[in-house]
């Protein structure tokens, strides 16, 4: 089969459109595709694993920058990298991921007669950026062939800049679940994932968490995930008084152990493009609690159907979304079926379907 593609990503760590990238880069390669995928991080900092039949390149060029000036000249030496990697790749679909990511690759494959495809995946509405890249994302996006989305909101957000016909909606695809089984769990938790970051709003969860826990004496919180504010969070846990109920349980390869095991999922994210973590919670039938800065997952979660929305930063409001679904097992049941069957487009089998046509893919 035919149908090269290069797949162009900062770097392989743990992240949602680190999943994706991988998802598809996997299936791809796994239909006879040339899969190339191209990092500007090296190995070291990979969460995933691509399959052996797809080509890595890594051309360097991450390092931070101590001013602008520095950042101008370290990017100029990124384009010029990608330019000559793709230049000598059979690629004709060049596929980029994370909005500067895909303003680098909208550069560097000018004059280059390939297709380009720029996968924005978070909400351009809400996700604070350095004036520079709000604007080059302004200018540089309409000139790819596709500019993909995993939120409706976010088509919405850039249609003040993006023709309409260059635009289109796709869903993540789902990892394919191991078989395992749910982890071995002392009472009934409330689960998160994701990075310990403040985007996350972890700091909300624990004190949401503090409010009920009288209420809820045999339930605990466990947190899946590392990051930067992982003493902060120990901290916060310890002066609420339940330090000895949360759980942070660092990152994990296999998160459905734990999705298996879990009562509830809870993402409280600040804001959020379209969150794998929660997707892949619902197709485990696991009622969630989401919050609405987070207009991704509105498409799937629809509040008192498919999970319960709260607002962004409402300690009370997601105390008693979580207490609710804690003291009644028939609404768990009852939102978890319904989560499981509205995630059914996520499967990996119609997602890169779904992908692999919008990318006109033979």
């Known amino acids: 089969m035919t149908g090269a593609v290069a797949i162009v990503i900062e770097s392989l760590g743990g992240g949602g459109a680190q999943h994706v990238a991988t998802t598809l880069a996997n299936a791809w390669a796994a239909q006879g595709r040339q899969i190339n995928v191209i990092t500007f991080r090296d190995r070291d ?17 991450a390092a931070d920058s101590p001013n602008p000036a520095a950042a101008m000249a370290a990017n100029l030496r990124r384009i010029l990298r990608l330019r000559s990697t793709l230049r000598q790749s059979d690629a004709q679909t060049v596929l980029s991921f994370v909005c500067s990511t895909n303003v680098l690759t909208v550069l560097a494959s000018w004059g280059l007669r390939r297709r380009v495809v720029v996968s924005e995946r978070n909400d351009p509405a809400r996700q604070p950026l350095p004036i520079m890249w709000k604007l080059m994302r302004h200018l540089f996006y309409r000139h790819a062939d596709l500019v993909i989305a995993n939120s409706r909101a976010a088509i919405d957000a850039m249609s003040r800049y993006v023709p309409a016909a260059h635009m289109t909606w796709l869903p993540n695809p789902l990892r394919t679940a191991p078989g395992s089984d749910g982890v071995r769990y002392d009472g009934p938790f409330f689960l998160a994932v994701g990075r310990l970051t403040g985007q996350k709003a972890y700091d909300v969860l624990i004190a949401a968490f503090a409010e009920i826990g009288k209420l809820l004496p045999g339930w605990r919180l466990v947190i899946l995930g590392d990051g930067p504010l992982r003493d902060d969070l120990t901290r916060l846990s310890a002066a609420l008084g339940v330090s000895e109920r949360v759980q942070f349980a660092g990152h994990v390869g296999d998160p459905f152990a734990w999705y298996r095991a879990a009562k509830v999922f809870v993402h409280a994210a ?7 973590a929660v997707l892949e919670a619902m197709s485990e039938a696991l009622p969630v609690v989401v919050t609405d800065g987070q207009p991704g997952l509105r498409d799937f979660v629809r509040d008192g159907e498919s999970g319960i929305v709260v607002g962004v930063d409402s300690v009370p409001a997601l105390a008693d979304a979580m207490k609710r679904l804690a003291k009644d097992e028939g609404l768990r049941r009852r939102l978890g079926d319904a989560a499981r069957d509205a995630v059914a487009p996520c499967r990996t089998d119609r997602a890169v379907a779904a992908w692999s046509a919008a990318l006109a893919l033979p």
């Open 45 to 61: 900092s990979d969460a995933f694993a691509l399959d052996p039949r797809v080509c890595r390149v890594v051309i360097g060029g």
């Open 270 to 276: 600040r804001y959020e493009g379209l969150p794998n």
